[in-house]
């Protein structure tokens, strides 16, 4: 079993920026590879990027290419979302998840957090 606790949500203007942070409990987390969703009201959950268990491949979802960052740090057990620029259309439940296969697929993750909101204001 993997928890997952997200933080770093927050109330942010467009253009502004912030970093999420997810640390997870486990030691073996170097062995899982990461990757965040955002789930907004009214809409099905979403992939937005996601890294291998090494941080050498990292996939990104077209919507935040070139605005958002994934990285890792495994001796601290944590992966972090830096968000540059953003929209009021990234405005969603931001959740980060724990899998063995990296990708976009949700059903490829097998642990999931709770999520942290992250509102962007026009």
């Avoid at 642990?111 to 026009?122: E, L």
């Amino acid at each position: 079993q993997v928890q997952l606790v997200e933080s770093g949500g927050g109330l942010v203007q467009a253009g502004g920026s912030l970093r999420l942070s997810c640390v997870a409990s486990r030691r073996t987390f170097s062995t899982w590879n990461m990757g965040w969703f955002r789930q907004a009201p009214g809409k099905e959950r979403e992939f937005v990027a996601g890294i291998s268990w090494s941080g050498d491949t990292t996939y990104y979802a077209d919507s935040v290419k070139g605005r958002f960052t994934i990285s890792r740090d495994n001796a601290k057990n944590t992966v972090y979302l830096q968000m540059n620029s953003l929209k009021p259309e990234d405005t969603a439940v931001y959740y980060c998840a724990a899998g063995t296969i990296v990708g976009s697929t949700a059903a490829n993750y097998k642990y999931w957090g709770q999520g942290t909101q992250v509102t962007v204001s026009s």
